[in-house]
C-alpha cells in the first residue's frame, strides 16, 4: 500500500490525476459534464448510433423478452438467439464465413491472440512443437499489446505501418508459425495500417493476418465495412482474422471475430475469455443488428460524418496545429509535454468544450494530445466553435506553428 500511496501523491503533486468528470446524459454533440453544458468532442459514437431511436427501442425490446443479462457463458445458459443473430448478421455485414462474439473488445482481443497462439493441449503433443511469433505494429491498441504478452510467445514490434520493416521480421522468423497484427485505423494517431501490402507480405511469407476493425467498422470503405473494403480486400481469403469492437460506431458493448467457419468453430472452444465470462447483454446484441441495418440502409449519415471529420481537421491545419497522420475521424492534436495537455484540456472545459487529453501510456511519452473525435451529428457551428476556442487557448500556450 506504501506503494500506491507514493504513487498516488507524485500525480497529485504534478496535477496529473485525470478528472474523471461526470458525464449526465447520452453521448450526443451537447451534454452536461459535471453539471455544465458542454460541446462533446471525444466520443467514439461516431455515426450518432447510441442515441437512434431504433437502436434504443431494440435494445428495449430485447431487455423486455429476455432481461437485463445473459446470466451465462454462452457455453452453458447464456447461448441466447439475439447473440447468434448478431453474430449473422457481422458475419454478413464484413463478407466471411462466419463470427464470433465477446462481451467486450478487450476480452475479443485477449481470447483470440492467445487461442491462436497459444492452444489448450488437446490432442497429441506434435500439435504444439512449432515456436511461434507475433509481429505486432509498435501503435497497437494496449488490449492487443496485453493479449500478446498473454499468449506466452515471442513478440516483435515492428514500426509503426512500416512494410520494409515488418517484412525484414518476416523473414527473419522464417521458419516459425506466425501472426502479424494490426489495427486498421489507429485508435490515437487516426491513421490507416497499408493493408494492401501487409496482404500481400502475410501471403509470400505464410503468416497468418489478424486485424482490429475498432475504428473502422462502420466507417471504412465505400459501404462502412471496414478497412478491407477500402482496400478491396476480402475476409478469409486475403485476411484470417477480422476482430473488431461493437463499442465506436456500432454503438454499444462487445468485440467480434470474422473469419472462416472453421476459425469460430475452434475459438468457441479455445477462448479461454470467451468460455469463462458471461455473454454480451442481450439489449447490446439487439442493438448491434439494429446499428448494422441503419449503417446499410442510411450511407449519407456516413457521409455527414466525414463532411464533418474533413471541416474539423482542414480547420484544425489551417491554425497550426499537428494532426499528425490523422486520415479518420479520429484527429490528434499534439500538444507534447503532459501538463500542456492537461491545461488544454482544463482550458477547453471551461470554455464550453468536453475533449480530456491522452497520455502515456496511452501513447508514447513527450506525445500527450487531445484525441478529438468527430460524429455525423454535429453541426457546423459547433465545429466553427470548437476552432475558435481551440485558436485562442493554442494561442496562449504557444502551440501554433504559422
Ligand atoms: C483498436 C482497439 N481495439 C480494442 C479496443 C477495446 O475495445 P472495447 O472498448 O470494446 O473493450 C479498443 C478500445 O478503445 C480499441 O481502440
Known sequence: MEEIRRILEYLEKHNLYPDMRIIQGGAEPEVIVDGKKVLMFSSNNYLGLATHPKVVNAAIEATKKYGVGADGSRLLSGNLQVHRDFEIAIAKFKGGEDAIVWPTGYSANLGVITAIMNPPKIGPLDFFR?????????????????????????????????????????????????LVVTDGVFSMDGDVAPLDKITLLCKRYDAMLMIDEAHSTGMQGENGHGTAERFGLEAVKDIDIILGTCSKAL???????????????????????????????PAASASLIASLKIIESEPGIREKMWQNTECLRAGFNSLGFDTLSSETQIIPVLIGPDDKAVEFSRRLFKRGVYAPCVRWPAVEKGKARIRFTVMATHTVEQINFLLKTCESIGSELNLLVK
Open 130 to 178: 512449432r515456436k511461434g511469433v507475433i509481429l505486432s505494429d509498435s501503435l497497437n491498441h494496449a488490449s492487443i499489446v496485453d493479449a500478446c504478452k498473454m499468449s506466452g510467445q515471442k513478440v516483435v514490434v515492428y514500426k509503426h505501418c512500416n512494410t520494409a520493416d515488418l517484412e525484414k521480421k518476416l523473414k527473419k522468423y522464417s521458419k516459425r508459425k506466425k
Open 251 to 281: 454503438a454499444a458493448t462487445g468485440g467480434f471475430v470474422v473469419g472462416s467457419k472453421e476459425l469460430i468453430k475452434y475459438l468457441r472452444i479455445a477462448s479461454r475469455s470467451y468460455i469463462f465470462s458471461t455473454a454480451m447483454t
